[in-house]
């Protein structure tokens, strides 16, 4: 089983429609996924997959009234099983321990090929616990200033939370931090790579059990709602600042251009990739599906390391506005169609372009594997 929790800085950036959206999408390429509301206290992913306000869910299973099997149910969507919230039940955005560590035991019991987890917004220890449950888990964000930032200061108390799970309460590299933690102000002026350095020369024992985590710690990150090429080179920034300052090293999944069609599809119940196949967004979701089921499963005890994958981030972006603008001022000029008549003609344009992606990547697979097998070429 994958893990993939799915998380962001800020609220409103798309990620609860993402992670619908890719259960989906993985369950009609034939993977067995749960799709899991861990947005305790804010509680709307069944809207999202069009289901109405769960009367079981992860509020009734920890309150004691529900077993933890009866709250996995039908999703109405091919091989998706879907776990709802809180269901309204009052007190549950801040888990104590025990609950917790319940819960993550139950989640890492599960029988699946993907557990999706939509997380909540912000940096919670539930949530950063929940997003420590893999090495690849997905940040989603947004090209504003306050998205990016929120974004990062994420990951920051994701790899704080990360170097205090690695570090045992009696060491000297624990006590050191939890000095820190009494002084704010120090704290903040500490950047990642310079904290290991001290803690190396304090405590190198504990600094060796979090360099190897760390190493092996690869986010990946979903750059929403852009609306030009330019809005990618929001990521580069924020890959550029996680390693300058948290030495952490951000894998790329994928941009999704803003779409007006999501809105008209959460309206009806439905996810996009369900009520218009052809979006644009949804051809970006196909290939951030594509991406996960060909990339390695990684955990902390992994020692592969994924390749650089931010080289695509530009060149993808072009390519998606590119498609979703060519041909426009020639239709338009010739008169031949209506308004409706013209979205239609270029989103199948767009299906067309993609579905011949995936063929000339496919062969290139083919390629690769019979030239790895001997085979002239």
């Known amino acids: 089983m994958q893990i993939i929790p799915i998380a962001s800085g800020k609220g409103g950036v798309g990620k609860s429609l993402l992670s619908a959206n890719l259960a989906v999408t993985l369950g009609k390429a034939g993977k067995d996924v749960i799709l899991a509301d861990l947005d305790l206290g804010a509680s709307n992913l069944h809207l999202a997959i069009g289901q109405q306000a769960p009367k079981k869910g992860l509020g009734t299973f920890l309150s004691g009234t529900s077993e933890f099997e009866d709250i996995i149910t039908p999703s109405g969507y091919k091989n998706v099983r879907f776990i709802a919230g809180d269901s309204e039940i009052p007190g549950l955005t801040a888990l104590p321990l025990s609950q917790k560590n319940m819960l993550i035991k139950k989640f890492q019991k599960i029988e699946t090929d993907y557990l999706i987890l939509d997380l909540g917004a912000g940096t919670h220890l539930t949530i950063l ?201 020639d239709l338009i000029g010739s008169g031949a169609l209506t308004t409706g008549e013209l979205a239609d003609t270029i989103k199948a344009q767009q299906y067309e372009i993609t579905q011949l992606r995936k063929e000339n990547t496919l062969l290139k697979s083919k390629i690769v594997k019979a030239h790895a097998q001997g085979f002239k070429l």
């Open 129 to 329: 616990d929940m997003f420590l449950l893999s090495p690849q888990g997905i940040l989603v964000t947004a090209p504003a200033v306050t998205a990016t930032l929120n974004g990062y200061l994420f990951l920051k108390n994701v790899l704080f939370r990360l170097m205090y799970n690695s570090f045992k309460k009696t060491s000297k590299a624990y006590e050191y931090l939890e000095k820190l933690r009494s002084d704010p102000a120090s704290l903040q002026r500490l950047y990642i790579p310079k904290l290991t350095e001290n803690i190396i020369r304090i405590d190198p024992k504990s600094a060796e059990v979090f360099i190897k985590r760390i190493q092996k710690f690869k986010p990946r990150l979903v750059m929403n709602m852009i609306e030009d090429p330019k809005d990618a080179e929001r990521a580069m920034k924020i890959r550029r600042s996680c390693t300058e300052y948290l030495g952490l090293t951000l894998d790329y999944l994928g941009v999704v251009y803003r779409d007006p069609m999501q809105d008209v599809a959460l309206a009806s119940r439905l996810p996009i990739t369900v009520y218009k196949p052809q979006s644009i967004l949804s051809q970006s979701i196909y290939r951030i599906a594509d991406k996960i089921m060909q990339s390695e499963d990684l955990n902390f005890d992994d020692t592969g390391l994924p390749a650089d994958s931010f080289e695509l981030v530009g060149s993808e972006a072009e390519e998606d506005y590119e498609a979703k603008i060519s041909y426009v001022e």
